[in-house]
């Protein structure tokens, strides 16, 4: 984040880590992706609630473009807004042992990776230190400290969610789950911030491989994850460097993942914004 005076530039880097530690080793064109897919869905998805989005060109450095946006300052909520549309990932273990995740009771008898009746809101702490800690909707509207606006934020979470899932599902994409950041501008409005449905902040899984029971492959960091659970790596800092072919390996994902729900080539992406080679 850099300050711009009445704006910030919001950069994405090209960095990636596991088991939080950082590796060395950068993944091509990430910060590229995330950027370009954040600037496609927050023109989407506008109508539901403003975003911070100002510029993807006017006032991004030459050196800076296809990764960097202009963003309108906001005073950011302290909680992360996840909204789940499938049972997978720590939603998955929480269900397991208890039947409920942050608060929600869900149905019995419900396989991995199973679509939910019904998308569920599951906020979560932002920690300054350590893992984010999964909360009920009552402590988040205690952390906001106002009720009705936490409210607010759950409804526009879920509309999101919804608008963002039909859309991918007709590029043979399925938004598994998602985390959105909200903040609160001047004028005191509900503003969408931060990067949005991209494969950091979303779990996306190819429709033709969806199978209910069972892990899915997806369009995110997993194959780096995969890659460093069977290094033999301790999962302690430093992490260590990627091998070429997972780098590559990964990167694929990433392009994919753009083009499968833009709907156009990556390319078109780093020509549109002005991307140096």
Known sequence: MYDLGDHLL?????RISTFDAVHPTPITDKGRVLTGLSVFWFDRLGG??????????????E??????????RL????????????ITGSGWKDYQATGVVSGVQLPAGLQESERLPEPIFTPSTKAEEGHDEAIDFDRAAELVGDRA?????????????????????????????????????ADGTLVLGDEVLTPDSSRYWPADGYEVGRGQPSFDKQYV???????????????PEIPEDVVAGTRSRYVEAY??????????WLERSGAQA
Not at 10 to 14: G, L
Not at 63 to 72: C, H, K, P, S, Y
Not at 75 to 86: A, K, S
């Open 48 to 61: 539901i609630v403003p975003n911070h989005l100002v510029s993807y060109g006017d006032g991004v450095p």
């Open 225 to 239: 994850r995969d890659w460093a659970t069977e290094s033999g790596w301790d999962k302690l800092p430093p992490a």
């Open 63 to 72: 050196e800076a473009r296809g990764r960097a946006l202009v963003v309108r």
């Open 259 to 268: 083009e499968r729900i833009t709907g156009e080539s990556f390319q078109a």
């Open 75 to 86: 005073t950011m909520l302290p909680v992360e807004c996840i909204v789940r549309g499938y």
């Open 149 to 185: 606006l936490m409210e607010r934020v759950r409804d526009s979470s879920i509309a999101l969610y919804e608008a963002a899932a039909e859309h991918a599902r007709s590029c043979g994409v399925i938004l598994a789950d998602t985390k959105f950041e909200f903040g609160l501008d």
């Open 10 to 14: 919001m950069a994405a880097s090209d």
